[in-house]
């Protein structure tokens, strides 16, 4: 064992080290400030609105206390709604022209501003997710993420679609997954913004490993470089035999598969835009 430890001795201290790097960091988390919250004038606490009935009690208890926990965290109003109804009317007498994927953002965008959401101030930093699971004339069903403040400032329209395709993976068969999905991954995506100054990279764990065996190998060539003392002939009695081998190929076909991606299709996008100075955001449809 010992003989073991040694040959692997720098393996294992850099292992070491990485860890206690790691454990650093989390360590400073810990030990971070979170922001208190400073919006007074929000009409309501309530952050889950399961107007479309999804929803059993117990869920939305528990994804309430999920919110309160992740607003803490990111320093955002994160909310919920669910509708079973047509929006059509409604955003079409707020926006004449407004096309079918972008009634849940009609919505979205004045509930948010109706109930002055904003963890820092009325309207401020915060995150709405409408799913409306009413099918539109057009026969789809939408989902709108309406993001305003330093939560509009994080999200791309590439990461908005991330996080509604997290949302849709589970939509149909568990929407309490779904939405804690939203959740949770809002506040992955939030770290490393504010108060997450010191959120590691994805690649992290990827290049540790690297450079972890790039530096074992450089330790140990050296002493692995020596005289030869087999050759071809060592096994072999008299004359070494060499057997040609040849793989003939007879015929060979490659065929090349494009698959797309229809935005018709389940999870289909609309691209992420901001409407009014205040939000921005983006939507799916199933």
Known sequence: MKQYFRYFRWLFAFTVVMALCYGG???LHSMQTKPERTNQESLTSQRVFDYGDVLSDEEEEKLSRLIAKREKQTGCDIVLVTLN??????????????????????????????????????IGDGVLLVDNWF?????????????????????TSARTDHLLDEVYRYIEKDPYLAYQAYINGFYH?????????????????????????????????????????????????????????????????VTRRHIQRSNGGSGGSSAGRSHGGHHGGGGHSR
């Open 25 to 27: 960091i989390c360590l």
């Open 85 to 122: 109804e047509s929006l059509k009317e409604y955003a079409r007498e707020k926006e004449a022209h407004v096309p079918y994927h972008e009634f849940v953002r009609v919505y979205a965008e004045e509930f948010y501003d109706y109930h002055a959401f904003g963890y820092d101030k009325p």
């Open 135 to 155: 099918r539109e004339d057009d026969g789809r069903i939408y989902t709108w993420l309406t993001t305003v403040g330093k939560a509009k400032d994080k999200y």
């Open 189 to 253: 995506d939030m770290a490393g913004s504010g108060f997450f100054t010191f959120s590691l990279p994805y690649w992290l764990p990827a290049a540790a490993a690297l450079l972890s065996m790039i530096g074992f190998v450089a330790l140990h060539w050296s002493g692995k470089k020596g005289e030869k003392t087999v050759v071809p002939s060592t096994y072999v009695n008299g004359s070494p035999q060499i057997y040609k081998r040849e793989d003939v190929f007879i015929n060979k076909i």
